[in-house]
């Protein structure tokens, strides 16, 4: 399994939870920019007293990105540079009321760690902290050269990661990546993703009017709420289908292996219907696509938020003058925002909906890793042993998003993603947490990973 036994993994990783606490203590809400410096200075300071080297990178009107760097041993692999990519930033943490916890003070109950940003994505940097510094307390050190990129923007979109690869590609140059985040499902699984969705996020406003108006003059007068659920149901069918025309055209068909990897992933639709209280059938069961399908290799089109009119207690009746949406449109290889946003527009246009103003907030490009490189077999292989043979999913991309299209553009890395979330993290959401016992067995999967590299 590994030259390191559990029980000193887990002495490492309790010795060093006082840090791990404060770490997570830190409020570094990027969307808010609460304590970004000083989180960016922590995780400076995590990689500097294992051993390693760090600087904090700056680029105008950005996040600071924290750089790291550890040399192999005297018994590795100098030729071989395994990159980690990490986030230090974090959600809001609202709806305050709805924890049942303090959101910024970790709180350990019945096994299970609670604080905001725990499972997205502060376990998984510290869980990576511990592995390399067992290897460090060996004689023969890390298996190979390990380099940091820790982020500060993940959480509003990434908007400057490229900015920071191609300005100091050099300095991060690898030969493989692994990503920020992996998560146990209902059956104990652990998914590995070879990939991840892009996202194209808007807002659509509509104004109907200078005032907002009595609603006796609906007789005679539209509305902008009225304009804008109008405007939303055109792009989408009651079988909930996209129905942009060329929306679909864009998308790069999967390849055999991809197909193969996805008819191996498991799926229960009656776990994810409970795990999260659905209400309704998925839709799915409406499309000429499976569950699986649908989360890997296609697209999406989704409302996340709609705001108009009054919404406060009791009645006030009135015509909403103002009505805005948030859209979020998932993105898989062969789309481009731009391109997206493209065909929205002319989409409103075509159906009469010129007034719907349209604005694209955040972008990210889509990205999957080649799934013949040799090292999508490599984390495979080092998880099984450390999960089991058959608690192990490869997955060609993850239904979320991050941003890995740079990392594969400017670094020119396969990129596969292993981290501690199980199904009922919760993240993004209030009581965000993790299990103690998967935190210890990411700290194992870190250590067998590195060594599996090597002798790759």
Known sequence: MSQISENELKRISDKNMERFYDYLRLESVSAQGRQIKQTAEAVQALIENTGGESKVLKLEGAHPVVYGFFEAGPTGDSEKTLLFYDHYDVQPEDPLDEWRTEPFEPTVKEGILYARGVSDNKANLMARINAIEAYKNTEGGLPVNVKFFVEGEEEIGSPHVDD?????????????CIWEAGSKDSDERLGISAGIKGIAYYEARVTSADIDMHSSLAAIADNSAWRLVQALASMRNVKNEIT????????????ELEKKVLAEMPFDPDASKQNYGLKHSLITDQLTYSPEEALVFYPTLTISGLLSGYTGLGTKTILPRQALAKIDVRLVPGYEPDKVTKLLREHLDKNGFEDVELELLTSVMPFRTNLEDSFVKTVIDSAKKVYGEDKVVLEPNSAGTGPMYGFGKYLNVPILGSGTEWVKSGAHAPNENIRLSDFYQGVEHMVVLLESYKDS
């Open 164 to 176: 920071y690869l191609k300005t100091y590609a050099d300095l991060f140059a690898a030969d493989v």
């Open 244 to 255: 942009v025309d060329g929306f679909y055209d864009m998308m790069t068909p999967p390849t």
